[in-house]
């Protein structure tokens, strides 16, 4: 099998457990079985990690492909540190929970700074419309 240079030194990595960060803002936690030139990534016995506050919660994923395009961050888990954490692992609905609480109050502020800017003459294009300028 021929591999391209840059990803000769992830091969050592192949079947170690590793920490992921997609560009969408997602953590992944799982074991690296797979890397291509592009850096497309399959993980296995993925979870989903979210964090909110000192809290966190996993959510169990599975076999994961990853775009190589989409990887922000790659980095292997120390397995004798993976569980020296500050933070309280919570159930998977407990977090979902927190995370939508902590997204309605983003939402709610972001609505706040919106209108002060429109109460002083200011506006702020949405993100959704910057490509028609």
Not at 40 to 60: A, C, F, S
Not at 66 to 75: A, C, I, P, S, T
Not at 96 to 101: D, I, K, N, T
Not at 111 to 118: E, P
Request: proline residues 3%; negative net charge.
């Amino acid at each position: 099998m021929n591999y391209m240079p840059g990803t000769a030194s992830l091969i050592e990595d192949i079947d170690k457990k590793h920490l992921v960060l997609l560009r969408d803002g997602r953590t992944l936690i799982g074991f690296l079985r797979s890397i291509d030139q592009f850096a497309n990534l399959v993980l296995h016995q993925t979870v989903e990690r979210i964090h909110v506050g000192k809290k966190y919660g996993d959510i169990p994923r599975g076999i994961f492909v990853v775009r190589g395009e989409n990887v922000v961050l790659l980095g292997e888990i120390d397995l004798e540190k993976e569980s020296d954490t500050p933070l309280q692992q919570v159930s998977i609905e407990e977090i979902l929970e927190e995370q939508r609480v902590e997204q309605q109050a983003r939402l709610e502020a972001e609505k706040l700074k919106v209108q002060a800017l429109k109460d002083r003459g200011l506006s702020i294009p949405r993100a959704d419309t910057l490509d028609e300028y």
